[in-house]
T-cell receptor, first 114, second 113 residues
Framework: NAGVMQNPRHLVRRRGQEARLRCSPM?????VYWYRQLPEEGLKFMVY????????ESGMPKERFSAEFPKEGPSILRIQQVVRGDSAAYFC????????????FGSGTRLTVV | QKEVEQNSGPLSVPEGAIASLNCTYS??????FFWYRQYSGKSPELIMS????GDKEDGRFTAQLNKASQYVSLLIRDSQPSDSATYLC?????????????FGKGTLLTVNP
């Protein structure tokens, strides 16, 4: 029973490029959560998605960031026109409906903008 | 603005000692509390959850919750060098967004052989 899978593990982008981060939830899980960990900062909630629906995107920066969780395939966190301040570790977690326990996170994607 | 505060450390203890990690939170309506362990360069790993006042023990770990004081702690008995990591306190939001966790910045624990 594979855990939450994220890829790529490491991603290097030049300023102005696009970054696409992928998250495949655990089998049977239909809820996905994205968090960002900036250097020397705590984990910050970004977005909560269910299949084909964005439930809460209150933690997403207003511009350049978007997320989706299609009916088929992984959840995608997309960052357009990346800037150096986007360099961070991005973690995804998943859960079944109505689960109130803490999440299990994937291994994360470490984005470096050069 | 919901906040979770932790002493950043580093907290240094000798092998075999008890490590005590503390956390306070601002959202009085929070119902769920978690401790995660994060090794350098790795993802956070859930090690304890606690939902009601009092103590909860799991092996060498004991979580303590005092909702009146808005205080959560984690005790690690018989500390081992492999326990050296950053420990993150996380608190669920109250109300309809209880799926959302607010994390502290973490306490760096070093266990010296």
């Amino acid at each position: 029973n594979a855990g939450v899978m994220q890829n790529p593990r490491h991603l290097v982008r030049r300023r102005g490029q696009e970054a696409r981060l992928r998250c495949s939830p655990m089998k049977g899980h239909s809820h996905v959560y994205w968090y960002r960990q900036l250097p020397e900062e705590g984990l910050k909630f970004m977005v909560y998605l269910q299949k084909e629906n964005i439930i809460d995107e209150s933690g997403m920066p207003k511009e350049r960031f978007s997320a989706e969780f299609p009916k088929e395939g992984p959840s995608i966190l997309r960052i357009q026109q990346v800037v150096r301040g986007d360099s961070a570790a991005y973690f995804c977690a998943s859960s079944p409906p109505l689960k109130e326990d803490g999440y299990t996170f994937g291994s994360g994607t470490r984005l470096t903008v050069v | 603005q919901k906040e979770v505060e932790q002493n950043s450390g580093p907290l240094s203890v000798p092998e075999g000692a008890i490590a005590s990690l503390n956390c306070t939170y601002s959202d009085r309506g929070s119902q769920s509390f978690f401790w995660y362990r994060q090794y350098s360069g790795k993802s956070p790993e859930l090690i304890m959850s606690i939902y009601s006042n009092g103590d909860k023990e799991d092996g060498r770990f004991t979580a303590q919750l005092n909702k009146a004081s808005q205080y959560v702690s984690l005790l690690i008995r018989d500390s081992q060098p492999s326990d050296s990591a950053t420990y993150l306190c996380a608190v669920s939001n109250s109300g309809g967004s209880n799926y959302k966790l607010t994390f502290g910045k973490g306490t760096l624990l070093t266990v010296n052989p």
